[in-house]
């Protein structure tokens, strides 16, 4: 049996973004591309559409407003395993993550046996090099940070990931709570706990149109949530 592979987008205002992803993925047709929009007011939805009369492999969920980062993986991954997709990759629609990168989670994911390829910005120098100072900072003190308290040797907080959904129950992914940029770092540190994962490095341009969605109280909010988990000691499944 053929593998069924879907490429989830979360969006929010990538008006720009939407023809270069859909082209890079393209290249390759065996993916289909799942976007979820998170009532995006600058087009992005009509540019999806547009992309999706010329190519019938795109679909869309539309949401009603920004509901958070990490509920839109969730939704996606809860569709993705409603229409009995194989394999699902994340990924984010602002350039920084090339397609190329695709094809070789996908051979790790058979040929090695793991459950889960995510990738790592820290396994390769110069890999934020395209980055502001600031952001750069910011991402490295927060692996940094992440590693220490809750002794995830993974770059957690990213969101490029290959998963094997035929050994990987939905429930133990939506375990992780946070709706945010945290869920991240917190389906991964639940899933380590089951399942092999497997990193690749990435380097990782600077974003190609549009700005960053993460806000300062998105920041302060993430914080306070690794503090309460690390402080709890929660028990994962």
Not at 53 to 62: H, N, Q, S, V
Not at 72 to 93: E, F, N, P, V
Not at 143 to 164: E, M, Q, T
Request: charged share 30%.
């Amino acid at each position: 049996m053929p593998r069924r592979i879907l490429v989830i987008i979360p969006v929010l205002n990538e008006v720009k973004n939407i023809y270069p992803i859909v082209k890079k993925l393209k290249k390759n047709n065996k993916f289909d591309i799942l976007f979820v929009d998170d009532n995006s007011k600058d087009g992005t939805v009509q540019n999806i559409l547009k992309e999706k009369k010329k190519y019938k492999k795109i679909f869309l969920i539309r949401r009603p407003k920004k509901l958070g980062i990490g509920s839109a993986h969730k939704d996606g991954l809860k569709w993705g395993y409603k229409k009995k997709y194989s394999i699902i990759i994340t990924m984010d629609c602002d350039g920084t993550h090339n397609p190329i990168y695709i094809n070789k989670m996908i051979k790790i994911l058979f040929s090695e046996k793991v459950d889960i390829v995510s990738t790592n910005r820290f396994l390769k120098k110069n890999s934020l090099d395209d980055w502001s100072l600031w952001r750069k900072k910011l991402t490295t003190l927060r692996h940094y940070v992440i590693k220490l308290l809750l002794n995830i040797k993974f770059d957690s907080s990213g969101a490029y990931r290959c998963y094997n959904i035929k050994k990987i129950k939905l429930q133990d992914i939506l375990s992780a709570k946070n709706e945010s940029y945290s869920f991240f770092w917190e389906s991964i540190f639940i899933l380590s706990k089951k399942y092999k994962i497997r990193e690749i490095p990435i380097k990782l341009p600077g974003r190609l149109s549009g700005s960053s969605k993460m806000r300062i109280k998105d920041i302060i909010f993430a914080v306070i949530y690794l503090i309460e988990i690390f402080l709890k000691k929660r028990l994962f499944i």
